[in-house]
């Protein structure tokens, strides 16, 4: 992903997707990926005819150059098949049966490698499958973390991925979440990424421009008491499953 961004070229689409997350859709509605393979990047560009030659001829030299196997797709057919895969995951991961604990995260671009490496052998150590996919061209990956539902210890054990796996991410350089979660989900790993000192002057500034706390009230700075544990909301899920 770095060596199409260094070639100057900005994709339309740039996803990613692990062999679990491959192999789920190849379970759920085949469509023809390639499961011979660790991880799957489809790649879109856009533009005037000419400069789309130019710029696929250097996404297919940066790849080949990491050592990956090109395909391009020949037609709008072919194309929509490959879209159609990338869109079935989800579904594809609630057609398991399992428990999705979702978590979105970022890394920088050149890490998304070893982040995905180190989720692979978080998922080999623990016995707990987790799936990866999602946004390549700004480091942002959805993790799912999928014990099975009716084993509370294994759910347990799959809230404390959460955390090692968000220690791992800010070793990396990244950060805790991409688009989801931080004023409630996220709340009690906030001081993981973000110092104490910054934590109270966010306090300082939510108390001089609401001190009635009327805006979004009990997020990211819950009430005492009042806290929504991304756990207890974990235990809730699992309860009802």
């Not at 196997?69 to 057919?77: C, N, T, W």
């Not at 929509?80 to 604990?101: C, D, E, F, Y």
């Not at 509370?152 to 979440?177: D, H, P, Y």
């Amino acid at each position: 992903v770095s060596g199409i961004v260094a070639a100057r070229v900005i994709p339309r689409t740039l996803e990613i997707m692990d062999r679990g997350a491959i192999e789920a859709v190849d379970s759920f509605r085949p469509t023809g990926l390639p499961t011979d393979v660790e991880a799957l990047l489809l790649i879109e560009l856009d533009g005037h005819p000419r400069a789309i030659e130019d710029e696929a001829q250097k996404v297919v030299e940066a790849c080949e150059h990491e050592g990956a196997r090109v395909e391009m797709a020949a037609d709008d057919e072919s194309r929509q098949r490959l879209w159609n895969a990338r869109r079935s995951v989800s579904p594809a991961l609630h057609h398991t049966g399992l428990k999705k604990i979702n978590e979105d995260i970022v890394v920088p671009r050149n890490k998304m490698a070893p982040m995905l490496g180190f989720l692979q052998k978080l998922s080999a150590d623990s016995g707990i499958r987790i799936v990866s996919f999602g946004h390549a061209g700004d480091g942002n990956i959805h993790v799912n973390i999928m014990p099975p539902p009716d084993d509370a210890e294994k759910i347990r054990q799959a809230r404390g991925l959460v955390r090692e796996m968000f220690r791992k991410v800010l070793e990396l350089g990244g950060t805790i979440s991409g688009e989801h979660g931080v004023g409630l989900t996220k709340a009690e790993y906030i001081d993981m990424e973000v110092p104490p000192r910054e934590l109270g002057l966010m306090r300082d500034i939510k108390k001089l421009f609401d001190p009635g706390n009327i805006l979004n009230p009990g997020k990211i700075f819950p009430a005492p008491g009042k806290a929504t544990s991304a756990v207890e909301e974990a235990k809730k899920g699992a309860a009802g499953s």
